[in-house]
């Protein structure tokens, strides 16, 4: 079940196994108007940085943190991002 409001509201869900014999996973879809090319730049965490205050800086929206966390996998917890690690933000060029 998919929560109104949630960040999922909106998304395709698919299922897939990568072999007959395994468990299917969930895939999400989000569809996406065609808003021009999107780039990416990367970005270096700092000593106090969280990701709702770069999704505001960046998007100007601090709600928008999970988006930059789906853009990049290795983060296993948000909560504890070591210095230094590079992030990859995406810009739209329209």
Aim: aromatic content about 16%; hydrophobic content about 35%.
């Amino acid at each position: 079940m998919i929560n109104k409001n949630s960040r999922y509201e909106y998304a395709i869900i698919d299922y897939f196994a990568l072999n007959k014999n395994e468990d299917v996973h969930p895939v999400l879809f989000y569809p996406t108007p065609d808003i021009g090319t999107i780039n990416y730049f990367e970005y270096a965490w700092v000593k106090g940085d969280r990701l709702d205050s770069i999704a505001e800086r960046f998007y100007g929206d601090s709600s928008s943190w999970w988006f930059i966390l789906n853009k990049n996998p290795q983060i296993k917890d948000p909560n504890n991002i070591p210095i230094g690690t590079i992030l990859k933000i995406e810009t739209i060029v329209e």
